[in-house]
């Protein structure tokens, strides 16, 4: 049971928003600030899309936004496309150095 | 451009040990702590080690500790996870990835680890 839950799947048609939450449910997360999410296309390695919560690199595409309330975060995807069809990953620094990663969840583009 | 290349996968036996390779390119590597993070076929992502820049700090999964370590070689830009008393439920793809502040910011392409007798 990890200690950062994502729903398994969600799904959306084109040009329509889908946001996809990850949900602390253990209190050795820290103080939740330092929630990243990766997206993962079969076969190929995670690329990070957002870290802290809401910052978005260089080069991802202002489609993709994250947010948090006290025990939720959320990636939200607005405009969406055929190609943002993947798993996506959330992840959190815990305690002590150490990492941990949602169970992932799968986005069906119909 | 920032380049992660990991080798030394392959199939072993349970029991037995393996070390895997990550060579970095493009950024100052003695700069940045790095990690190891490995998905199981058909499964999620698990964070395995973390090592800081200097290799001072190490920190693992209590999946792994006690069996796996992490080291680098800041003189060869390579970052190294030796992996002992390997089980079959550590049968998985090895990613290595570049820490950026409180995140991954570049991964490799993986290396598949298969235990198996």
């Known amino acids: 049971q990890s200690a950062l839950t994502q729903p398994a799947s969600v799904s959306g048609s084109p040009g329509q928003s889908i946001t996809i939450s990850c949900t602390r449910t253990s209190s050795d997360v820290g103080d939740y600030n330092y929630v990243s999410w990766y997206q993962q296309h079969p076969g190929k390695a995670p690329k990070l899309m957002i870290s802290?919560?809401?910052n978005r690199p260089s080069g991802v595409s202002y489609r993709f936004s994250g947010s948090k309330s006290v025990n939720t975060a959320s990636l939200t995807i607005s405009g969406l496309q055929a190609e943002d069809e993947a798993d996506y990953y959330c992840?959190?620094?815990?305690?002590?150095?150490?990492?941990?990663f949602g169970g992932g969840t799968k986005l069906t583009v119909l | 451009q920032v380049q992660l290349v990991e080798s030394g996968g392959g199939v072993v036996q349970p029991g037995r040990s393996l070390r895997l390779s990550c060579a970095a390119s493009?950024?100052?590597?003695?700069?940045?702590?790095m990690h190891w993070v490995r998905q199981a076929p058909g499964k999620g992502l698990e964070w395995v080690a973390l090592i800081s820049y200097d290799g001072n700090d190490k920190y693992y999964a209590d999946s792994v500790k006690g069996r796996f370590t992490i080291s680098r070689d800041n003189s060869k830009n390579t970052l190294f996870l030796q992996m002992n008393s390997l089980r079959p439920d550590d049968t998985a793809v090895f990613y290595c990835a570049k820490k950026t502040a409180m995140a991954f910011d570049y991964w490799g392409q993986g290396t598949l680890v298969t235990v198996s007798s």
């Open positions: 992840s959190s620094y815990r305690s002590s150095g150490t990492w941990v």
């Open positions: 493009g950024f100052t590597f003695s700069s940045y702590g």
């Open positions: 802290e919560v809401s």
